[in-house]
Protein backbone atom coordinates (compact mmCIF):
# COMPACT_ATOMS: atom_id res chain seq x y z
CA UNK A 1 0.00 0.00 0.00
CA UNK A 2 1.32 3.57 -1.11
CA UNK A 3 1.09 6.52 1.44
CA UNK A 4 1.57 9.86 0.53
CA UNK A 5 0.66 12.83 1.52
CA UNK A 6 -2.26 14.95 -0.16
CA UNK A 7 0.32 17.52 -1.80
CA UNK A 8 2.52 13.92 -3.53
CA UNK A 9 -0.56 12.83 -4.61
CA UNK A 10 -1.69 15.77 -6.40
CA UNK A 11 1.26 15.95 -8.13
CA UNK A 12 0.42 12.76 -9.72
CA UNK A 13 -3.05 14.06 -10.89
CA UNK A 14 -1.97 16.99 -12.95
CA UNK A 15 -5.47 16.79 -14.44
CA UNK A 16 -7.22 17.90 -11.26
CA UNK A 17 -6.86 21.82 -9.69
CA UNK A 18 -8.52 21.77 -6.69
CA UNK A 19 -10.59 25.25 -6.20
CA UNK A 20 -12.39 23.94 -2.82
CA UNK A 21 -10.89 21.13 -0.76
CA UNK A 22 -14.04 20.40 1.23
CA UNK A 23 -13.07 16.47 1.24
CA UNK A 24 -10.37 17.82 4.31
CA UNK A 25 -10.87 18.75 7.55
CA UNK A 26 -11.23 22.59 7.13
CA UNK A 27 -12.78 23.14 10.53
CA UNK A 28 -9.86 24.88 11.11
CA UNK A 29 -6.68 26.21 9.64
CA UNK A 30 -4.06 23.78 11.58
CA UNK A 31 -6.82 21.01 11.02
CA UNK A 32 -6.56 21.30 7.29
CA UNK A 33 -2.66 21.33 7.21
CA UNK A 34 -2.85 18.25 9.57
CA UNK A 35 -5.45 16.46 7.43
CA UNK A 36 -3.73 18.09 4.09
CA UNK A 37 0.09 16.57 4.98
CA UNK A 38 -1.38 13.44 6.58
CA UNK A 39 -0.01 9.81 4.73
CA UNK A 40 -3.17 8.54 2.66
CA UNK A 41 -3.96 6.13 0.07
CA UNK A 42 -4.32 7.03 -3.65
CA UNK A 43 -8.30 5.62 -3.21
CA UNK A 44 -8.65 8.30 -0.07
CA UNK A 45 -6.58 10.85 -1.91
CA UNK A 46 -9.14 10.22 -5.10
CA UNK A 47 -12.57 10.02 -2.30
CA UNK A 48 -10.99 13.23 -0.82
CA UNK A 49 -11.19 14.52 -4.32
CA UNK A 50 -14.39 13.53 -5.32
CA UNK A 51 -15.90 15.45 -1.77
CA UNK A 52 -13.94 18.91 -3.39
CA UNK A 53 -14.71 21.42 -5.39
CA UNK A 54 -12.42 20.47 -8.48
CA UNK A 55 -11.29 21.61 -12.40
CA UNK A 56 -10.51 18.50 -14.33
CA UNK A 57 -8.43 19.01 -17.57
CA UNK A 58 -9.53 16.93 -20.62
CA UNK A 59 -6.48 14.69 -20.20
CA UNK A 60 -8.08 13.25 -16.73
CA UNK A 61 -10.32 11.06 -18.51
CA UNK A 62 -6.72 9.18 -20.33
CA UNK A 63 -4.91 9.17 -16.73
CA UNK A 64 -3.09 5.87 -16.17
CA UNK A 65 -2.49 4.85 -12.39
Partial sequence: MDLKNSAS???EFPEI???DPD???RSS???FLKSW???ITR???LNRVC???VQLSANF???EP
Fill in 9 to 11: WEK
Fill in 17 to 19: VIL
Fill in 23 to 25: GWD
Fill in 29 to 31: ALA
Fill in 37 to 39: SEL
Fill in 43 to 45: EEF
Fill in 51 to 53: KST
Fill in 61 to 63: FNH
